[in-house]
């Protein structure tokens, strides 16, 4: 007998401890007076014993195969307490809570209010809605609002997805799922960490929304502060300075498309591509990437800076096109295409024109479109100019047609050699050698030891060696020369400067900001492409 006075002491101290568990869980959770409540009754349509507890008798309770049913939704569980006049109950054992035919909740135990139509489950929680499901160890479910929260460790399960987190909550009628703290997306094509994050089941899209830091299988490396990161397509549209990183090529801007699948990114507002294995970056408010053929593309003040020992050269055009060949390899090389108002700008080296070529292969870059350049006092232009370097200084320039080099001794006064073609070689960047071929023409200043000047040679040649010496004339050789020397008091005009001559000071870039701003030769002074004479074509009658 005392026995079974023990026992049923046992049942009603349980069964007083769940309703005080009840009751604190109640008032942890305020009723919201303005929220909608229902008024539909929990109704009992199965359980295979049914009793009341003399220490709680309020509650029915059920034992055995036991089946609940309130505004759509059906509950089976081993047994439960059944508050009908509060229309709640408990449910213990094997808890299995089912609504229309895409939600599932199970759990060890669930507490249930039917006015207020939420669920408290615990112990291996787990939810399912269609192909997603989250496992922890605690969920409220409100069914009213649509919304699981878990405030513990849990993981959610979506086809390829499997996210982690320390709290979240999920919205089935939406597909919408958030996470926060420790947050960690591990997918087989990358995986993302993050603090806070919201992922929609439906789209397979994640809404990045705090400091994320993604890593592909192929080792891409995005780094996000806000966006959103199709985990299917690997798609991504990126703000506030977001970065996609990979093989040492790292492009960054106000807002951000990448494509990881198809190897494309796109970046607008204050862009910086840099490619740290060539000592090189393009910047501007629109770029293109693209990992298949190697092109990135800069546009809307659009700059490439090339990184050497001695100094950074600064170019910018219009258009610049940037394109790397065999990459992945030890024979990597690449070239640079600027189109449109190129202007350059180093301290030791400036330049402008209309287009621009440079191949790393054969270490030579192509001006087109009146170009001229300029180092220190020299300058030298004509209808086209090939620059030669070695190791990013320059070793010596071809000059084509119509060219001319000139340094300028005073505001008045320049050494000056006009011919056809033209070749400048350098000695640690200072023009150390200069030789013209065809029609040559010179005139230059000779001047005493101490500085005082003699007078200006002026000289006709078909080819012509001028030899500096600490950024002086040092000696000259020509063929076949035919010159006069006139004093300083009697040089005429038309020999103190050459046919052609213009000195660009005013278009010569100051500084790496002066490249934008783009200045035209005076119309004068613009050259007039020289036309190849083409020999008429003869018949055999003519002959």
Known sequence: MRKRHGIIFARILIGTMCLSAFCVLSASKPEDKSRKQSTEEVKLIHSDVLYKNPRDVQADVLVGHVKLYHDGMYLDCDSARFYKNENTFKAYGH?????????????????????MMQAHAQGNAVLIHRNTKLVTSVIDY?????????????????????????YG???????????KDNVVLENPKF???????????????????????????DSTFVYALRGDYNTQTGVASLMDRSHVYKDMRDIVGDSLFCDNEAGVSEAFGSVVLTDVENRCMLTGNYCRYEEQTGMALATDSAVCYEFSEAD???????????LTYNQRTDSVYRDLFAYHKVRMFRRDFQGVCDSLVSHELDSCTYLYGQP??????????????????????VDWIHIINQ???????????YNQVASKEMFCFFENGVIEHNNAKGNVYVSYFMDEDDGGRIGLNYTETPELNLYMKDKKVHKIWMSTANGVMYPPFAIPDDKRYLPGFAWFDYIRPKDKDDIFDWRDKKKEQVLQKTEKKVVPKQKLDDL
């Open 142 to 166: 409100d069914r009213l609002e649509g919304v699981g929260f878990y405030p513990v460790h849990g993981i959610l399960y979506d086809e390829d997805n499997v996210l982690n987190s320390d």
């Open 372 to 393: 001229i350049l300029w180092n220190e006092g020299q300058q030298v232009f004509g209808e086209e100019i090939r620059v030669y370097n070695n190791d990013s200084t």
């Open 169 to 179: 909550q999920y919205t089935p009628a939406i597909n919408e799922a958030i996470f």
């Open 191 to 217: 995986n993302l960490k993050t603090n806070e994050l919201y992922y929609y089941s439906d789209t397979k899209v994640a809404k990045i929304v705090s400091e994320t830091n993604i890593v592909s299988s």
């Open 95 to 115: 808890v299995k809570m089912v609504q229309g035919d895409t939600l599932t909740l199970t759990s060890d135990t669930l507490e249930y209010s039917g006015p």
């Open 312 to 322: 950074t050269l600064y170019v910018h055009g219009d258009t610049l096109k940037m």
């Open 403 to 413: 060219a001319m080099t000139i340094e300028q001794l005073d505001s008045v006064s």
